[in-house]
Every structure is written in C-alpha cells, then in structure tokens.
T-cell receptor
Framework: DQQVKQNSPSLSVQEGRISILNCDYTNSMFDYFLWYKKYPAEGPTFLIS?????DKNEDGRFTVFLNKSAKHLSLHIVPSQPGDSAVYFC????????????FGKGTLLTVNP | EAGVVQSPRYKIIEKKQPVAFWCNPISGHNTLYWYLQNLGQGPELLIR????????DSQLPKDRFSAERLKGVDSTLKIQPAELGDSAVYLCASSLRAGEETQYFGPGTRLLVL
C-alpha cells in the first residue's frame, strides 16, 4: 500500500511559466513533508520542506502548500527554468521517534526553453 | 562543506558473488541511512544508524544483507550472495541528528547483477 503517491509520472512546462507538482498521502501521522530534486546519475537533493502544522512554506522560486484535510501537498515553481528539469520526489516523515522518510515514485519535470 | 561520499559509483557483478558499498556521511552527522532505489521508484529505507547503533533495520533482508557503522562515522553495506533482483541504486544519506527532518543524500552506487 503506497502511503505517498505522485500520480503524474511526468510534466512538461514552458520556461517562465509555473510548474505545479502534486503529491497525495494517506497516513495522517506524517509530521514533515519534503521535496527532493534528482538529476540523472546523482543522489536526491533536498529542495524544501514543510511541517504538518503549517500550510505554506516559501523559498525563492519554490513554494510548498499543504492541505491536511485533503491529505495533499503541492510544489510550485515560479518562474520555471530549464535547469529545473529533473525528477521531483515527494517524501513524508513518520512522526514520533521513527523518523522514517516515505517517498513517492517521482515526477519528471521538463522545462522547455 | 563536503557532501555524503559513496563508493564505488558503479558495480557490475555476477549473481552469487558478494559486493560491498561504502559511505562517508557529512562531517558531524550522527544519523546515517541506507536506501534502496529500484528503477521508476522512490528510495526505500533499508537501515538507519544513530552513531554506531542500528536503530531501525526492519526493512533489511537479513539473510543476505548486512551493514555496519564502526566508530559511528563510515558505514559499509554488504550483500552476500547477490541475486539478479538486487540490481538497483543503493543510496546513503545522513542527517545531523535523529530528529532532523532533512536528510542529505550521496550520489549512490548503481549495482548491476548479471
């Protein structure tokens, strides 16, 4: 049973426009949500996170929104740049002392010049 | 600041052979993780260390996989014997302490078992 789902395997966006990547989860005990970016042949790179007690976190061009009632989070990239082309993973951390990260399958973002 | 270092980056072996992966975490990071990433999937946790202690190894297939973290710094993950299904990327990550939500990943070791 997949607890973190990224239902869009890929997304294509024009440079300068907004990219919106979505993620759904089922476990209400997750206490932190993170987005990682991954280039080919590299490990995932931390991008931005949000605590379960917040509904928005912003860092430069990246904003993460959390809707706890819908168990849904999204990553907005504005404006999108060709260098943003990568696989984006949504991850959720188990609460308590577990600290386990559960990842989605990823979404391949392509930003076209 | 140096990131998480892993070696080798690539490894090709025949089935039933042993293989080992090495990880050096970010300096000062007490928590170390080993993840497995299959093609088209997200990383899945194999084992988590707090200093020298393996505090979560529930997902580690203990019949063929073993890990150690001597002196609470570097770590080694071993597979013996390797099977065809073990072909994947093995990622190491570290975080400052147990409660730190951000984990920093190394580049991974891509294993191909023939």
């Amino acid at each position: 049973d997949q607890q973190v789902k990224q239902n869009s395997p890929s997304l294509s966006v024009q440079e300068g426009r907004i990219s919106i990547l979505n993620c759904d989860y089922t476990n209400s005990m997750f206490d932190y949500f993170l987005w990682y970016k991954k280039y080919p042949a590299e490990g995932p790179t931390f991008l931005i996170s949000i605590s379960s007690i917040k509904d928005k976190n912003e860092d430069g061009r990246f904003t993460v929104f959390l809707n706890k009632s819908a168990k849904h989070l999204s990553l907005h990239i504005v404006p999108s740049q060709p260098g943003d082309s990568a696989v984006y993973f949504c991850a959720a951390r188990s609460g308590g002392s577990n600290y386990k990260l559960t990842f989605g399958k990823g979404t391949l973002l392509t930003v076209n010049p | 600041e140096a990131g998480v270092v892993q070696s080798p980056r690539y490894k090709i072996i025949e089935k039933k052979q042993p293989v080992a992966f090495w990880c050096n975490p970010i300096s000062g990071h007490n928590t170390l993780y080993w993840y497995l990433q299959n093609l088209g999937q997200g990383p899945e946790l194999l084992i988590r260390y707090e200093n020298e202690e393996a505090v979560d190894d529930s997902q580690l297939p203990k019949d063929r996989f073993s890990a150690e973290r001597l002196k609470g710094v570097d770590s080694t993950l071993k597979i013996q014997p390797a099977e065809l299904g073990d072909s994947a990327v093995y990622l190491c990550a570290s975080s400052l302490r147990a409660g730190e939500e951000t984990q920093y990943f190394g580049p991974g070791t891509r294993l191909l078992v023939l």
